[in-house]
């Protein structure tokens, strides 16, 4: 499956970004998709994953962001409100078949095998 994420810019911190990926090649509805972030000098981490079974979200987003899908479309969202300086980063979107037991997971990148160029988030203070 091919990945494009969009969406990302420079907001003030307090404001609201919305990421948007766009899925072609594959079965959307079979992958379940996540976004992952990078900021500089850091390692990329988990942010937020959506599974047969529902969202899950890093504690450090956990309330501010929400994850969602249009299957039709083709299409994963990250709404990112109450945004943060922390949270500035190259954000990507990431997609995988396999399917787990356990939903953690999915929080680790290396369970997923498809991922699209970054889009970066810069939040000022």
């Known amino acids: 499956v091919q990945l494009q994420a969009s969406g990302g810019g420079l907001v003030q911190a307090g404001g609201s970004l919305r990421l948007s990926c766009a899925a072609s090649g594959h079965t959307f509805s079979n992958f379940v998709m996540a976004w992952f972030r990078q900021a500089p000098g850091k390692e990329r981490e988990f942010v937020a994953a959506?599974?047969?079974?529902?969202?899950y979200y890093s504690d450090s987003v956990k309330g501010r962001y929400t994850i969602f899908r249009d299957n039709v479309n083709q299409q994963v969202y990250l709404q990112m409100n109450s945004l943060k300086p922390e949270d500035t980063a190259v954000y990507y979107c990431a997609a995988t078949e396999r399917r787990y037991y356990s939903g953690n997971n999915y929080y680790n990148d290396d369970k997923y095998d498809f991922w699209g160029q970054g889009t970066q988030v810069t939040v000022s203070s």
């Open positions: 959506i599974t047969w079974s529902g969202g």
